[in-house]
Antibody
Framework: QVQLVQSGSELKKPGASVKVSCKASGYTFTSYAMNWVRQAPGQGLEWMGW????????TYAQGFTGRFVFSLDTSVSTAYLQISSLKAEDTAVYYC????????????WGQGTMVTVSS | QSVLTQPPSVSAAPGQKVTISCSGS????????VSWYQQLPGTAPKLLIY???KRPSGIPDRFSGSKSGTSATLGITGLQTGDEADYYCGTWDSSLSGWVFGGGTKLTVL
């Protein structure tokens, strides 16, 4: 079945980096754009941006430039989110979400990866 | 402060109907399709409604969506305790050149 499976929870110290993976299965990876969405504890959904899985070209939302990097490994149908120079305020659940070709809505979501930044 | 405005919470009794509003502007809801997402406690969001009023396969017809001008509405009939969740609207914002979500609405089924 169509699914996105993300890597497990991470506990990092401030200043460190983290790389979250999102492995797609059940569909042609390069046929759908991949988005990233952040949800801080007790807060709503915040769109971080997306990556074109054909070209690898990323687009970052306001507030997610500089320390955030989207990348791909199409050979294993996997998208990555790397965050560097982690801060306490980066503590959140990070979701990858596939965009439907027909509607533009996020039709398939990963299960989420909890990233905790604490000294 | 979210670009799209939703009520923080709504509640209704089992079997009743509830609506959740989502208010925006001409740069987002007014000129783009709206989708709705259900987030059950401790789980990832799930697509409920796309293109303002279409349901993905497997979503019961108790869930409906509509749009008028710069506002959208999610309706849920025949409420069940299993519908208790956070609900988010979302759409593309042409001015921001990015996707925006509402702040979310917590549904309580009393």
């Amino acid at each position: 079945q169509v699914q996105l499976v993300q890597s497990g929870s991470e506990l990092k110290k401030p200043g460190a980096s983290v790389k979250v993976s999102c492995k797609a299965s059940g569909y042609t990876f390069t046929s759908y754009a991949m988005n990233w969405v952040r949800q801080a504890p007790g807060q709503g959904l915040e769109w971080m941006g997306w990556i074109n899985t054909n070209t690898g070209n990323p687009t970052y939302a306001q507030g997610f430039t500089g320390r955030f990097v989207f990348s791909l490994d199409t050979s294993v149908s996997t998208a990555y989110l790397q965050i560097s120079s982690l801060k306490a305020e980066d503590t959140a659940v990070y979701y990858c979400a596939r965009v439907s070709v027909t509607s533009g809505a996020f039709d398939i979501w990963g299960q989420g990866t909890m990233v905790t930044v604490s000294s | 402060q979210s670009v799209l405005t939703q009520p923080p919470s709504v509640s209704a009794a089992p079997g009743q109907k509830v609506t959740i509003s989502c208010s925006g502007s001409s740069s987002n809801i007014g000129n783009n399709y709206v989708s709705w997402y259900q987030q059950l406690p401790g789980t990832a969001p799930k697509l409920l409604i796309y293109d303002n009023n279409k349901r993905p396969s497997g979503i019961p017809d108790r869930f409906s969506g509509s749009k008028s001008g710069t506002s959208a509405t999610l309706g849920i009939t025949g409420l069940q305790t299993g519908d208790e969740a956070d609900y988010y609207c979302g759409t593309w914002d042409s001015s921001l050149s990015g996707w925006v979500f509402g702040g979310g609405t917590k549904l309580t089924v009393l």
